[in-house]
C-alpha cells in the first residue's frame, strides 16, 4: 500500500522559511517521480516543483523558482520541500504526489505539473504565511 505523508506545516511571519517533508511508506521512490503542489481557497491546485529520483532532475515553476529548493533523502525514503522568503501569497495547503515513471530521465516532461498526472497523493499540511 502506497501512502505519502506530509509534515512541516505551520504559521510563519512573511519572509521566514519552513521546510516540508514527504515520506513515502509501501515503495521506495527510486523509480517515481515526486511533486509538490499548493491549493488555496478558492484556487486550483499549483505545481511547484517535482523530482525525478532516477535522475535526480528537479524541476519548478515560475512562482517558486529561486525560492523553494526539492530535494530528497533517499536514506529516509523522503522528498524535502525548503521554502524561503515566504510572503502571504504562499498560504495554502500543501500537498505531495507521486508516480512511477521508471528509471532513467524523463522522455516527456510536460505533464510534470498536472495534478492529473499523478497517481498518488498525500494528505496535505497547512502553510500559512501573516504578520
Known amino acids: 500500500q502506497v501512502q505519502l505523508v506530509e509534515s512541516g506545516g505551520g504559521l510563519v511571519q512573511p519572509g521566514e522559511s519552513l521546510r516540508l517533508s514527504c515520506t513515502a511508506t509501501g515503495y521506495t521512490m527510486d523509480t517515481y517521480t515526486i511533486a509538490w503542489f499548493r491549493q488555496a481557497p478558492g484556487k486550483e491546485r499549483e505545481g511547484l516543483s517535482a523530482i525525478n529520483e532516477s535522475s535526480g532532475k528537479t524541476y519548478y515553476s515560475d512562482s517558486v523558482t529561486g525560492r523553494f529548493t526539492i530535494s530528497r533523502d533517499n536514506a529516509k525514503n523522503t522528498v524535502h520541500l525548503q521554502m524561503n522568503s515566504l510572503k502571504p501569497e504562499d498560504t495554502a495547503v500543501y500537498y505531495c504526489?507521486?508516480?512511477?515513471?521508471?528509471?532513467?530521465?524523463?522522455?516527456?516532461?510536460?505533464?510534470?505539473?498536472?495534478?492529473?498526472?499523478?497517481?498518488?497523493w498525500g494528505q496535505g499540511t497547512q502553510v500559512t504565511v501573516s504578520s
Open positions: 504526489a507521486a508516480k512511477e515513471t521508471g528509471w532513467g530521465r524523463l522522455k516527456d516532461v510536460r505533464p510534470i505539473f498536472d495534478s492529473n498526472w499523478y497517481e498518488y
